[in-house]
């Protein structure tokens, strides 16, 4: 979809919708389809070729990451165990919400920071911790810590990518191809796994 293309996004929204963006993939159930890896990426990608300042997409991103996080906990410590009676529509998935709770169970709060790289996970981890009452601050720890490595490593990547690979825009589709694969790859591994023990 046109409309999902990180360059698409980034070219219409400037740097106040990749913000956006990332707020809302961080926390909000409606964020789950939208292309955080590789919207950062791009934008560190086009801030390495002068379009986009790399200071601010560094301090604003990171800083929408963890306001994001903060928005899905509070959802979830608000709406509590609701969360899993709601009827399913187009934005909401129960089994996003399954996979996100067996997650957590496994990893436990370090599993905030994990689902950063994990996309739809990331979306409804905060949620999950809401519900499960997760003490704030131990939250707010790993929350933040999750939002800065997942944001300046994505960022980083993509100015990187741009400073050393000559006319790096004849490579911009096939690696945010790539990256789109890779992040999807733990999820399904996770997914496999869990379908597993379901069948034991």
Known sequence: MHFLDPHFLIETLGIAGVVGIIFAESGLLIGFFLPGDSLLFTAGLLASQGYLSIALLAILCPLAAILGDNTGYAIGKKVGPKIFRKEESFFFNKKHIERSKKFFEKYGPKAIVLARFIPIVRTFTPI?????????????????????????????????????????????LPVIGAIIIISFIPPVVEYIKIRKEIAQ
């Not at 997760?134 to 933040?144: E, G, H, I, R, T």
């Open 128 to 172: 999950i911790a809401g519900v499960g009452e997760m003490p704030y601050s131990k939250f707010l720890f790993y929350n933040a810590s999750g939002g800065i490595l997942w944001t300046l490593f994505s960022i980083v990547l993509g100015y990187t990518f741009g400073q050393i690979i000559p006319n790096p825009d004849k490579y911009l």
